[in-house]
């Protein structure tokens, strides 16, 4: 069979590579792809949200399933016209992607089914927002309620700071249309997790448990980034953790959505704050994350290409299971200086051989191209660097010593990615 992977980050060379390794797949193309896809999949040139360009390629290449990485085309409806041509895609609809797409209809679809979330307030209009925010008792968040490249939400202190925050959304229009409302929410504290699942819209396949690193630098400093490391697996989702998401969170949401005449197909991602043994739900994505797909699909030791045909065909998945490796994995981001701010690209890249000869580790590339013989960087991630071990602490040491095997001019990358894990212990899911 042949299959096309829509995106070009990190997380779109790990799903290319997985696919790549299955048996029921003949071939593998990726739009658009970057320098390291180029390996494991035909790279061809249409943006991931040029839908028509993307269809006409999948009809004249009898392209058998198509997986959408990034969370664009959905809320752009590209499940919607593949389902018009009849054609498969592994990815949700634009009615259930507006779960992304919206942070206003997220948050009420939780309130109305009884799931776990910071207390909140949406407005449309920036002085209603400020009032709230004057009488409000709490430190808040301030969220532009549309897609904002993950820059959309601000975690305040203090009141100064969160009129500031509105004014930039509300006034300034920092994030364009994205920012016609906001959603203002209570500040909560507690552990982050990521929990993404597989569903069909009835039945939830859980994936393994894994953690993000949302800050640039060390400790948690500095500014949000899409994700500069991960782990898998996370060890505060233990199984009481593990349960309530099940139960209170992912079955009440695709329960819910289905009342609505939404039936959801693809990965789901709960993003988490874990405070005390209870899971809120900071937001949904309606993908795989970046950099989560690395540890988790380097962890995943069934073929995943099954279940997507399966979802994107409308079939059940009540009867199919995942098997996870028991080594935990990591992942170190290694991004370009200035990044998430401005940085400077086509960088060269050397030490990629070198770093994959360390056994378990695969290299994945995000923002990277082909440039003549060479690979150089195109964008603010760079690389995943990733590693499974017999326990954290060697996936750790191997990650780190691939990464110091790698340079490129204005390389960095966080130090302390995994540690939190190794103070936590072992995590089980
Ligand atoms: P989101 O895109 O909604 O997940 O928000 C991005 C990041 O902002 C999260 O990973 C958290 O670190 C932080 N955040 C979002 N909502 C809250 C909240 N209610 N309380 C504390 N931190 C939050
Ligand atoms: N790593 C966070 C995300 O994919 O949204």
Not at 232 to 252: I, N
Not at 291 to 315: T, Y
Not at 365 to 386: C, E, F, N, P, Y
Request: aromatic share 8%; hydrophobic share 40%.
């Amino acid at each position: 069979m042949k299959v096309l992977v829509i995106g070009s980050g990190g997380r779109e060379h790990t799903l290319c590579w997985k696919i790549a390794k299955s048996p029921l797949v003949d071939e593998v193309f990726c739009a658009p792809g970057n320098g390291g896809i180029l390996e494991d999949a035909t790279c061809i040139d249409i943006a991931p949200t040029d839908i028509k360009s993307i269809i006409s390629f999948v009809k004249d290449n009898h392209i058998e399933l198509s997986v959408v990485g990034p969370e664009a085309p959905l809320v752009d409806g590209i499940a919607d016209a593949f389902s018009k041509e009849h054609l498969k895609i592994f990815g949700p609809d634009r009615m259930a992607a507006a779960l992304e797409g919206s942070k206003s209809f997220a948050k009420i679809l939780m309130k109305k089914n009884n799931i776990p979330t910071a207390s909140f307030e949406i407005f449309g209009d920036p002085d209603e927002a400020k009032a709230f925010v004057h009488d409000a008792l709490f430190p808040v968040v301030i969220k532009a309620d549309g897609l904002a490249a993950g820059k959309g939400v601000i975690v305040t202190s203090h009141k100064e700071e969160a009129y500031g925050a509105i004014d930039k959304i509300m006034v300034q229009r920092a994030f364009d249309s994205a920012g016609d409302k906001v959603v203002v929410e209570k500040r909560l504290t507690g552990e982050e997790a990521s929990f993404i699942a597989i569903t069909d819209g009835k039945d939830i396949l859980p994936m393994a448990s894994s953690q993000d690193h949302k800050r640039a630098y060390d400790n948690d400093e500095g500014p949000n980034t899409g994700g500069m490391g991960a782990y898998s697996p996370a060890p505060m989702v233990d199984t009481e953790v593990y349960d309530k998401v099940m139960d209170k969170v992912l079955y009440p949401l695709i329960t819910g959505l289905r009342k609505r005449g939404i039936i959801y197909r693809g990965f789901i991602y709960a993003g988490l704050m874990i405070t005390g043994k209870t899971p809120y739900v900071l937001e949904f994505n309606v993908r795989m994350g970046d950099p989560e797909a690395q540890p988790l699909l380097m962890r995943l030791k069934d073929d995943i290409v099954p279940i997507m045909v399966e979802v994107a065909g409308g079939g059940s998945i009540k009867n199919m299971s995942f098997k996870w490796d028991s080594s935990p994995s990591v992942c170190v981001v290694m991004a370009s200086k200035g990044y998430p701010g401005h940085y400077e690209k086509g960088k060269t890249i050397s030490g990629i051989d070198a770093a994959e000869r360390i056994q378990g580790v695969k290299v994945f590339h995000a923002g990277t191209k082909r440039h003549s013989d060479s690979i150089v960087t195109s964008g603010g991630r760079v690389l995943g660097v990733t590693a499974l071990g017999r326990d954290i602490k060697d996936a750790i040491e191997k990650a780190y010593k691939a990464a110091s095997r790698i340079s490129f001019d204005g390389a960095f990358y966080r130090k302390d990615i995994g540690k939190k894990f190794a103070r936590g212990g072992r995590g089980n899911l």
